[in-house]
């Protein structure tokens, strides 16, 4: 009875933050973790669940959304997560602006009807067990074949999941997307896995590390997902809708960047990068292709597909580079990368924004290969003699041919290379002499 009691007392489940690195936010939740969401220009984002590490945006008063009920731990995540994005509300428990000393000390959630039955079984509802055990079981056996997410068919009606599909955007080598609508008539892109190499298990791989690449990041200048799942054996990956034309399209019919667009196209991509690799990721496909300028001038950074893990990259076999030649740095064609192979990608595409032509040109693959591997870049202002000499030294670094004579990390890079286009005088360290490369 005395327990018993002592439950009906807790109302609450606190909140209490842990430590954690700068820009990350630990915390934990009792009895069970919450989904969290945050509010950024005006639409909730998936920042992860409270049991792990949440990379928050810089705002000093974060909108956040907790979403909390007891079938979570029969679902299991990915499901879950699945019905908050069909219904967020009837899954909330908390939903404000929060101040980071606020975070820091612990807030309290309410879980309402749903706590209490959690906190029962937790005290003690054995009896439970039988039915549960049954239902969970149901459950499990309804799971999506490939992904852990909702399964849905094909239809008629060219429905997946809440999107209806409209019309089609473009095909690439392994997905198509298409224009869709949700239930509530926002615009996503929806990009299946085209039927064409759906039993192709590395294609099947490389479409489903997108979706597991993609579901752990979280930056503005990274395209957001809502939703995945597989239909038809086709897996399928429900994303914002971005109005614009990649960089590679612009680039194709003959028009250039302006510097402002430049400028901005640094800081973005530069932060997108640095975000990736802050989650001990590498996206070893940085290219104009894989850049999109919004009809806002505002960049994000696409297609993870080949993105990796860093620590997977020691067991890469070397000849299974994976990347477009033309913007590989030396060590990723060797079969071996870190982040800083993305910096060098990023140097060969502001070298081209610069000056019209990539540091290495070749119709012969392997001859494009040999001369990232051992040929010296040329001077950027020998093909624009009006870019300073300072811009010379920060792209010739970013292009250096050993990574640890590359910039430490990817923002350092991309800010030296802002304060040279803008004629500031860079610090001693961006100025170091590279001899060989």
């Given at each position: 009875?005395?327990?018993?009691?002592?439950?009906?007392?807790?109302?609450?489940?606190?909140?209490?933050?842990?430590?954690?690195?700068?820009?990350?936010?630990?915390?934990?939740?009792?009895?069970?973790?919450?989904?969290?969401?945050?509010?950024?220009?005006?639409?909730?984002?998936?920042?992860?669940?409270?049991?792990?590490?949440?990379?928050?945006?810089?705002?000093?008063?974060?909108?956040?959304?907790?979403?909390?009920?007891?079938?979570?731990?029969?679902?299991?995540?990915?499901?879950?997560?699945q019905?908050?994005?069909?219904?967020?509300?009837?899954?909330?428990?908390?939903e404000?602006?929060?101040?980071?000393?606020?975070?820091?000390r612990?807030?309290?959630?309410?879980?309402?009807?749903?706590?209490?039955?959690?906190?029962?079984?937790?005290?003690?509802?054995?009896?439970?067990?039988?039915?549960?055990?049954?239902?969970?079981?149901?459950l499990?056996?309804?799971?999506?074949?490939?992904?852990?997410?909702?399964?849905?068919?094909?239809?008629?009606?060219?429905?997946?999941?809440?999107?209806?599909?409209?019309?089609?955007?473009?095909?690439?080598?392994?997905?198509?997307?298409?224009?869709?609508?949700?239930?509530?008539?926002?615009?996503a892109?929806?990009?299946?896995?085209?039927?064409?190499?759906?039993?192709?298990?590395?294609?099947?791989?490389?479409?489903?590390?997108?979706?597991?690449?993609?579901?752990?990041l979280?930056?503005?200048?990274?395209?957001?997902?809502?939703?995945?799942?597989?239909?038809?054996?086709?897996?399928?990956?429900?994303?914002?809708?971005?109005?614009?034309?990649?960089?590679g399209?612009?680039?194709?019919?003959?028009?250039?960047?302006?510097?402002?667009?430049?400028l901005?196209?640094?800081?973005d991509?530069?932060?997108?990068?640095?975000?990736?690799?802050?989650?001990?990721?590498?996206?070893?496909?940085?290219?104009?292709?894989?850049?999109?300028?919004?009809?806002?001038?505002?960049?994000?950074?696409?297609?993870?597909?080949?993105?990796?893990?860093?620590?997977?990259?020691?067991?890469?076999?070397?000849?299974?580079a994976?990347?477009?030649?033309?913007?590989?740095a030396?060590?990723?064609?060797?079969?071996?990368?870190?982040?800083?192979?993305?910096?060098?990608?990023?140097?060969?595409?502001?070298?081209?924004?610069?000056?019209?032509?990539?540091?290495?040109?070749?119709?012969?693959?392997?001859?494009?290969?040999?001369?990232?591997?051992?040929?010296?870049?040329?001077?950027?202002?020998?093909?624009?003699?009006?870019?300073?000499?300072?811009?010379?030294?920060?792209?010739?670094?970013?292009?250096?041919?050993?990574?640890?004579?590359?910039?430490?990390?990817?923002?350092?890079?991309?800010?030296?290379?802002?304060?040279?286009?803008?004629?500031?005088?860079?610090?001693?360290?961006?100025?170091?002499?590279?001899?060989?490369?």
């Amino acid at each position: 009875m005395k327990r018993l009691l002592a439950l009906l007392l807790v109302s609450l489940s606190p909140l209490v933050a842990g430590e954690g690195v700068p820009g990350v936010l630990q915390l934990r939740t009792q009895p069970s973790p919450v989904v969290v969401y945050e509010m950024v220009d005006g639409q909730w984002h998936y920042v992860g669940w409270s049991d792990q590490a949440l990379p928050f945006s810089d705002t000093l008063q974060p909108k956040l959304r907790f979403c909390y009920s007891p079938w979570v731990h029969f679902l299991g995540r990915p499901q879950f997560q699945q019905k908050i994005a069909r219904s967020p509300e009837a899954y909330t428990v908390e939903e404000r602006s929060f101040t980071k000393a606020e975070l820091e000390r612990g807030i309290q959630l309410p879980l309402g009807l749903g706590g209490w039955a959690l906190f029962l079984f937790i005290q003690g509802g054995w009896i439970l067990v039988p039915v549960l055990g049954g239902t969970g079981f149901a459950l499990w056996r309804r799971r999506p074949r490939a992904l852990e997410s909702g399964s849905t068919a094909i239809d008629s009606t060219r429905t997946l999941g809440r999107f209806q599909l409209e019309k089609s955007l473009g095909k690439g080598g392994f997905g198509e997307v298409f224009l869709a609508l949700d239930d509530q008539g926002k615009p996503a892109a929806v990009k299946v896995l085209r039927s064409e190499v759906a039993e192709d298990e590395s294609a099947r791989k490389r479409f489903f590390r997108e979706i597991e690449v993609l579901s752990k990041l979280r930056h503005p200048n990274i395209v957001h997902i809502y939703d995945w799942g597989e239909a038809d054996g086709r897996g399928y990956l429900c994303m914002e809708y971005l109005e614009g034309e990649s960089l590679g399209d612009l680039l194709a019919r003959g028009a250039r960047l302006d510097r402002e667009l430049l400028l901005r196209l640094l800081q973005d991509i530069g932060g997108a990068l640095e975000s990736v690799h802050q989650q001990g990721l590498v996206h070893r496909d940085v290219k104009p292709d894989n850049i999109f300028i919004e009809s806002n001038g505002r960049f994000k950074l696409m297609d993870f597909g080949t993105a990796v893990s860093d620590d997977m990259t020691r067991a890469t076999q070397t000849g299974m580079a994976l990347g477009t030649p033309a913007y590989m740095a030396p060590e990723q064609i060797g079969g071996k990368l870190n982040p800083a192979s993305d910096q060098y990608s990023l140097g060969v595409v502001a070298f081209l924004l610069l000056t019209g032509q990539k540091p290495f040109e070749a119709a012969d693959p392997m001859a494009l290969a040999w001369a990232h591997v051992h040929t010296p870049p040329p001077t950027p202002s020998e093909f624009q003699p009006e870019l300073t000499k300072e811009t010379d030294v920060v792209l010739l670094r970013m292009l250096a041919k050993q990574p640890q004579r590359r910039y430490a990390t990817i923002r350092e890079a991309t800010a030296a290379l802002i304060q040279s286009l803008c004629g500031h005088p860079l610090e001693e360290d961006s100025t170091m002499e590279f001899g060989g490369n």
